[in-house]
């Protein structure tokens, strides 16, 4: 008896316990909680795509920024330099009468003044002399200046296409604007050797208008004194076939 009792108490403890782990094993799905965690899941990524699109924009436009403010690698601006000062050179290098407003009023004073019954003839001839010598010198001038001018074409050339090769492959706004500008200052230096060459020929050209206004004062001068009444001719004798 008692051992059936044992036995039946033993069946009901095994059978508890394989009731037990058969009910701790069991998993339930649940598909409306795995939907929603999915959603989640989805949601979570979306914002952190987000995220990494919005800090590769952020990036391509720092990038943008630093290529707008990088400067341009290439600067004319030493051998624009240099041409305008060899074409002030020329021009301070002017002879006789030069670009000086007391200097020329001197001239004018003195050489291209009005002639006078009190000058003599010797005086008259050097003054004529004078006169010449400063044409001839402001022509020398104004050809030495234009070729300065035609030497500078070279350069002017070289520069403007290597300036606008750099504008065109220009990275940024900064590179651009300052091609931009040199391409101007370019145009400037040449504006400043087409005046240089203007008032290096309108210096000779007003030369020689002085100088002939002048030899015409002469002239009217020298036959007023030969036409003047005086002591009449006298012969002399000549000996002449020796």
Same mark, same amino acid.
């Given at each position: 008896?008692?051992?059936?009792?044992?036995?039946? &108490?033993?069946?009901?403890?095994?059978?508890?316990?394989?009731?037990?782990?058969? &009910?701790?094993?069991?998993?339930?799905?649940?598909?409306?909680?795995?939907? %929603?965690?999915?959603?989640?899941? $989805?949601?979570?990524?979306?914002?952190?795509?987000?995220?990494?699109?919005?800090?590769?924009?952020?990036? %391509?436009?720092?990038?943008?920024?630093?290529?707008?403010?990088?400067?341009?690698?290439?600067? &004319?601006?030493?051998?624009?330099?240099?041409?305008?000062?060899?074409?002030?050179?020329?021009?301070?290098?002017?002879?006789?009468? $030069?670009?000086?407003?007391?200097?020329?009023?001197?001239?004018? $004073?003195?050489?291209?003044?009005?002639?006078?019954?009190?000058?003599?003839?010797?005086?008259?001839?050097?003054?004529?002399?004078?006169?010449?010598?400063?044409?001839?010198?402001?022509?020398?001038?104004?050809?030495?200046?234009?070729?300065?001018?035609?030497?500078? #074409?070279?350069?002017?050339?070289?520069?403007?296409? &290597?300036?606008?090769?750099?504008?065109?492959?220009?990275?940024?706004?900064? %590179?651009?604007?300052?091609?931009?500008?040199?391409?101007?200052?370019?145009?400037?230096?040449?504006? $400043?050797?087409?005046?240089?060459?203007?008032?290096?020929?309108?210096?000779?050209?007003?030369?020689?208008?002085?100088?002939?206004?002048?030899?015409?004062?002469?002239?009217?001068?020298? #036959?007023?004194?030969?036409?003047?009444?005086?002591?009449?001719?006298?012969?002399?004798?000549?000996?002449?076939?020796?």
């Amino acid at each position: 008896m008692n051992r059936r009792r044992l036995i039946a &108490a033993v069946s009901i403890l095994a059978l508890s316990l394989v009731s037990a782990n058969t &009910a701790h094993a069991l998993i339930v799905f649940d598909p409306s909680n795995y939907a %929603q965690n999915v959603l989640t899941a $989805a949601r979570e990524l979306q914002q952190i795509n987000n995220q990494i699109t919005s800090l590769q924009n952020q990036t %391509q436009m720092l990038i943008n920024q630093a290529k707008n403010l990088a400067s341009l690698p290439y600067s &004319a601006l030493q051998q624009l330099q240099s041409s305008i000062q060899r074409t002030q050179q020329l021009l301070s290098q002017a002879q006789r009468v $030069a670009y000086d407003v007391q200097q020329i009023d001197r001239a004018f $004073a003195t050489s291209y003044a009005p002639m006078t019954g009190g000058q003599s003839n010797a005086a008259l001839i050097i003054g004529a002399q004078t006169r010449w010598q400063n044409s001839l010198a402001a022509l020398q001038d104004a050809l030495r200046v234009q070729a300065g001018v035609v030497g500078n #074409l070279d350069i002017h050339r070289t520069q403007s296409t &290597a300036l606008v090769t750099s504008s065109q492959s220009a990275s940024g706004a900064l %590179q651009a604007t300052q091609a931009g500008n040199q391409i101007l200052a370019l145009q400037a230096q040449q504006l $400043a050797d087409l005046t240089a060459t203007v008032a290096a020929q309108s210096r000779a050209q007003a030369l020689e208008s002085a100088q002939r206004a002048a030899a015409q004062d002469q002239g009217r001068e020298q #036959l007023r004194r030969f036409l003047a009444p005086g002591q009449g001719y006298q012969s002399s004798s000549v000996r002449m076939f020796h």
